[in-house]
Nanobody
Framework: QVQLVESGGGLVQAGGSLRLSCAASGRTFSSYAAGWFRQAPGKEREFVAAITWRGDLTSYADSVKGRFTISRDNAKNTVDLQMNSLKPDDTAVYYC???????????????WGQGTQVTVSS
């Protein structure tokens, strides 16, 4: 069993940066792939970034490639999402997820956090 808690969301102006962090409990977290997803009002949840359990492979949605960076520290049981050059379209609730497989599809993830709000003003 893995429990996930996100933090670091907030209000930022366009062009600014935020760093989201996901703290995991459960001694098996280091064996799980991790991902970040987001959901804007009236839209479906969408993939943002993913990282393998070892941290050696990452994947990004085209919309965030070059601006966002996912990383993990298995010793601390954390997964971070560094978000730079933020745009109003990045406004959403951001969710951390953990799953057995390195995937970009939300349904492939087994554990989810409660989410953290990111609002980017123009």
């Amino acid at each position: 069993q893995v429990q996930l808690v996100e933090s670091g969301g907030g209000l930022v102006q366009a062009g600014g940066s935020l760093r989201l962090s996901c703290a995991a409990s459960g001694r098996t977290f280091s064996s799980y792939a991790a991902g970040w997803f987001r959901q804007a009002p009236g839209k479906e949840r969408e993939f943002v970034a993913a990282i393998t359990w070892r941290g050696d492979l990452t994947s990004y949605a085209d919309s965030v490639k070059g601006r966002f960076t996912i990383s993990r520290d298995n010793a601390k049981n954390t997964v971070d999402l560094q978000m730079n050059s933020l745009k109003p379209d990045d406004t959403a609730v951001y969710y951390c997820a953990a799953g057995r497989l390195f995937r970009v599809v939300a349904s492939r993830y087994d554990y989810w956090g409660q989410g953290t709000q990111v609002t980017v003003s123009s």
